[in-house]
């Protein structure tokens, strides 16, 4: 990746870090003023709509402005000189680039229009960390298509006096700065206009959860929770505030669960998905399956239900590991069925990723599961010197079929939020999409690094 691109895109971060204390821990008080309700911009460099903001490829981000492109490369203006100002031009470019405005912290529904008059377009929309939004979306020559997305922008402030503990590499994470950072990218990418709009009573639903859950913020990582979003209809938000490394009694203490528990409602839905590192006997979050571990989980489920929201337990995905005989070994011992048996006892519903996880690996086989992980040859990403080799992390194809897997078990036992899901066929772990037939656009940053967690 081109270094000054790397350190635009690092500004864009770097100067919503107001105060840090303690063990890395944020807190960034947002003034009343910095509110805006709706911001509607027009991109191009033709004609500029009435009440909207212009746009052009030269709109580069400053913290002056509060808004503007972070890419690579130039970014061309086209302008068709139509009668209607917003579809008549449009902003494009040929590698992946960013559009960033500052926000405060809240949830916004975000109508993206694209097209051209002249020409086809085909567009991948990501979030903040790599959340997936929008895929692959096409319009033919004059087509021009509005899309309605819903994000989630956050900081890690809880109230004035404290915020959740941040590792030193989440620092710079898109996830935790006071800005909407939007990635565009695919074949061609053409964007007419913008509008965002504050939402405050959305749906949400939250994640809580390890390395398998959270918003991986480079490639080749990848993992569900960050895939989840593209599958809800612009009704539901995803809040995913899962992070590398956390088991039950971490996310806890780095006050990851009081940030939740702050911004949770009645009838949003908290997922829960541990064990990968809970399971550590020489971890401070260590516990045991059938008693620590229960009794955590229950007091999560507790919590939740007092402020009248709905909890969700999700058993662990299993790591890369077979037999001699082709079949998945598990690795968490008594864990998932400790979370399976707190589902019982406590009446919440299960999605059991374990069980799906092990299907989905068995039908790859043993060579084949390495596409859904995180194993690549030196040389596969600008700056990679070393194989990539690893049996727990996932690669954006593996964590975009666990994240179908997460939808079946909506749909199969979360028949209230299954309304809420976009029209998908049925997915079976054990006929997973062709790994010569699914796509998705890489994003611009790479990290050679691992995430915490095994």
């Not at 913290?63 to 890419?71: A, C, H, L, N, P």
């Not at 990539?388 to 079929?401: C, E, F, I, P, R």
């Not at 062709?434 to 890489?442: G, P």
Request: proline share 6%; glycine share 8%; net charge positive.
């Amino acid at each position: 990746m081109n270094q000054q691109f790397a350190k635009q895109l690092a500004f864009i971060v770097l100067f919503s870090l107001f105060a840090t204390w303690g063990n890395c821990q944020l807190i960034a008080p947002v003034p009343d003023s910095f509110r805006p309700v709706r911001i509607k911009f027009d991109f191009g460099n033709g004609k500029t709509e009435p009440g909207y903001l212009k746009v052009t490829g030269n709109t580069v981000y400053s913290k002056d402005k509060g808004y503007g492109f972070v890419s690579e490369l130039p970014l061309k203006d086209i302008n068709r000189k139509g009668k209607n100002a917003l579809t008549s031009d449009f902003c494009t470019g040929t590698r992946p680039f960013y559009f960033v405005k500052d926000l405060p912290e809240g949830n916004y529904e975000i109508k993206i229009t694209l097209g051209d008059r002249r020409g086809k377009t085909a567009t991948t929309i990501k979030a903040e960390s790599r959340r997936l939004m929008i895929e692959d979306v096409k319009t033919s020559k004059g087509e021009f298509r509005t899309e309605t997305i819903m994000v989630n922008v956050r900081t890690p402030k809880i109230d004035n006096q404290k915020g959740i503990r941040l590792k030193k590499r989440e620092l710079n994470y898109l996830n935790w700065d006071d800005k909407l950072t939007l990635e565009f990218s695919g074949e061609r990418p053409c964007i007419c206009a913008i509008e965002i709009k504050e939402i405050k009573d959305v749906l949400t639903v939250f994640l809580a959860g390890n390395s398998t859950v959270t918003d991986q913020e480079n490639e080749p990582w990848a993992s569900w929770g960050q895939m989840l979003p593209v599958f809800f209809k612009p009704a539901v938000v995803v809040a995913n505030y899962a992070e590398s490394g956390e088991a039950l009694k971490s996310f806890e203490a780095s006050l990851r669960l009081e940030k939740i528990l702050s911004k949770i409602k009645p009838g949003d839905y908290l997922f829960i998905e541990f064990g990968h590192n809970d399971q550590k006997p020489q971890s401070s979050s260590f516990v045991e399956p059938f008693t620590g571990y229960k009794e955590m989980l229950k007091k999560y489920i507790h919590k939740v239900r007092e402020l009248g929201a709905k909890p969700v337990l999700i058993t662990p995905i299993q790591r890369r590991n077979f037999d001699e005989k082709g079949k998945v070994i598990n690795t968490h011992g008594d864990y998932p069925e400790a979370v399976r048996q707190t589902a019982k006892e406590e009446s919440v519903p299960l999605i059991d990723l374990h069980l799906m996880s092990t299907k989905l690996y068995e039908a790859l086989g043993t060579e084949g599961s390495k596409k859904a992980l995180v194993h690549y040859p030196a040389g596969t990403f600008p700056g990679q010197e070393k194989e990539l080799a690893d049996n727990t992390h996932h690669s954006t194809y593996g964590a975009y079929q666990l994240a179908k897997c997460i939808v079946e078990g909506i749909k199969k036992e979360i028949p209230a939020l299954a309304g809420y899901l976009k029209s998908v066929s049925g997915y079976d772990p054990g006929n997973p999409d062709r790994f010569t037939e699914w796509k998705l656009t890489v994003s611009p940053t790479f990290e050679s690094i691992k995430p915490d967690g095994y």
